[in-house]
Nanobody, 122 residues
Framework: QVQLVESGGGLVQAGGSLRLSCAAS????????MGWFRQAPGKEREFVSA????????QYADAVKGRFTISRDDAKNTVYLQMNSLKPEDTAIYYC???????????????WGQGTQVTVSS
């Protein structure tokens, strides 16, 4: 059973940056495709980004393309989401997830973290 713990969220002004981390325990992160999702108040959870097991392929939602970068360090069993040029509409709880493949659908992922709050002020 893989446990995922996100960190790095916080309050930032519009235009600022944050780097989220997702640390895994109980399993080897290298065995999994990883994804980041977010959920804003009153909205459904939405896909943000995903990275394949080999880190050779990445995907981004159109809303974050060019501003966010997903990466992984399997030696540290950690996945990152670098978020630049943040906007108020990026405010949400951000979740990382592990699955057998890189995917955009939440249903494709088997393990989830508890989430970390990101708040972007205007």
């Amino acid at each position: 059973q893989v446990q995922l713990v996100e960190s790095g969220g916080g309050l930032v002004q519009a235009g600022g940056s944050l780097r989220l981390s997702c640390a895994a325990s109980g399993g080897m992160l290298s065995d999994y495709g990883m994804g980041w999702f977010r959920q804003a108040p009153g909205k459904e959870r939405e896909f943000v980004s995903a990275i394949s097991r080999s880190a050779g392929r990445t995907q981004y939602a159109d809303a974050v393309k060019g501003r966010f970068t997903i990466s992984r360090d399997d030696a540290k069993n950690t996945v990152y989401l670098q978020m630049n040029s943040l906007k108020p509409e990026d405010t949400a709880i951000y979740y990382c997830a592990a699955g057998t493949t890189r995917a955009q659908r939440a249903e494709e992922y088997d393990y989830w973290g508890q989430g970390t709050q990101v708040t972007v002020s205007s």
